[in-house]
């Protein structure tokens, strides 16, 4: 599946971006930054106030669950584009090969 440029790259106020559209590069690339850039801050700069340590890390649990959403509305795009391929929904094995996935990048814990 090749996605295409949602109109010039970003949803105008009350437009949605459909399934097989995308954003453009630089607000890709934004939301990135802002995400690497609050992680850096609420993670790795010392502070005695916890209200500076609050306000970025709120920014940085925004830009996970931005990418968590993301990823799994990506998931549900795999699973209707296998139905239309295909003639039958797939999802225990689209999600089974999410789990997988997911479950061999994490560390091994040790008993």
């Known amino acids: 599946m090749i996605w295409r440029l949602h109109g010039d790259g970003g949803p105008r106020p009350g437009e949605v971006v459909a399934p097989g559209e995308r954003l453009g590069w630089g607000r890709t690339i934004g939301l990135g930054a802002q ?65 997988w996935r997911a479950s061999s990048v994490r560390p091994a814990r040790r008993a």
């Open 35 to 99: 995400h690497v850039v609050a992680l850096f801050s609420a993670f790795v700069v010392r502070t005695h106030d916890v209200r500076v340590w609050i306000a970025p890390s709120v920014f940085a649990w925004l830009g996970v669950a931005t990418f968590s959403l993301i990823c799994w509305a990506m998931t549900i795009d795999v699973i209707n584009d296998t139905e239309v391929r295909f003639g039958d929904r797939r999802d225990g094995t689209v999600y089974a090969t999410c789990s």
